[in-house]
């Protein structure tokens, strides 16, 4: 059976993180002379937390953790998710499933989804092809390659991007501040986006102090560093870099020795 989704229909859960945040402890002991059973046992400290966000030394934020679990989004959005080498990844088994049952869920992005292109056939003849027909006839080949006694594992070779992805993702705080800097930018991939979205709206729940501020570089940098490459949409509302250190060029101009 040929299970299809949206993209945009993804589900993220936090499993873990928030509630004490361990980012305040491990600010104060590199600076406390105190011991650490009293450093441990001072009450929580927004201010510490701000500061250290502020300030760009984010070295602490490493000490708070949080775990996601995340279903129905594509193979595509996996192999963009996997660059962030600062994070654990579970990622469930695309070989065979316990008790014979083979789901094959696939995620289509809206744009493409009642698309159909001609194709030609090795007889001459042409086929009117759309992503259900292509999938459909993938998950038939597939599941026919299963009944022939063949190895899930050479046969999902096949399989195509659009087939869904489970995992449970692990990140500190300090890696998810810079995996939002870049996936909630408007230049990131839709879905890739939706889902880096899902768990910033989670982690802001969870530790508001911690991710106040966290979101696209724009949000963090006050400008957008893309520069040339800035999404159109933002084009004229927010500053590329370039345009802020034109600004600040114009304004030390001839003023090099005050600066230094």
């Known amino acids: 059976m040929l299970d299809e989704k949206m993209t945009g229909a993804g589900n993220v859960l936090l499993l873990a993180g928030g509630g004490k945040i361990y980012t305040d402890i491990a600010a104060r002991f590199v600076r406390s002379e105190r011991s650490l059973e009293e450093i441990v046992a001072s009450p929580y400290s927004r201010t510490i937390v701000e500061n250290i966000l502020s300030s760009g030394h984010k070295a602490a934020l490493e000490f708070d953790y949080f775990l996601f679990g995340v279903e129905g989004y594509s193979r595509v959005t996996e192999t963009q998710l996997v660059r962030k080498r600062l994070a654990s990844y579970l990622i469930k088994s695309g070989r065979a499933e316990l008790g014979g049952k083979r789901l094959f869920s696939v995620v289509y992005p809206p744009s493409i ?16 092809v759309t992503p259900h ?10 599941e026919a390659g299963i009944e022939q006694g063949l190895p899930e594992e050479d046969l999902r070779y096949m399989k195509p991007q659009a087939t869904e992805f489970k995992a449970i993702i692990g990140m500190n705080a300090h890696a998810l501040h810079d995996w939002f ?23 802001r729940k969870a530790a508001p102090d911690l991710f106040a501020h966290a979101g696209p570089s724009c949000m963090q940098l006050g400008y957008c560093p893309e520069n040339r490459a800035q999404n159109s949409m ?3 509302k927010i500053p590329t870099k370039e345009e802020a250190l034109h600004v600040l060029h114009k304004l030390y101009k001839g003023q090099d020795s005050e600066i230094c």
């Open 113 to 128: 989804k009642d698309f159909a292109a001609e194709v030609s056939l090795p007889d001459g003849s042409t086929l009117k």
């Open 133 to 142: 027909l292509l999938t459909e006839m993938t998950r038939q080949w597939y």
């Open 181 to 203: 800097a870049i996936r909630c930018c408007m230049n990131a991939q839709h879905e890739i986006r939706d889902l880096a979205r899902k768990m910033l709206r989670l982690c």
């Open 234 to 236: 933002c084009k004229g």
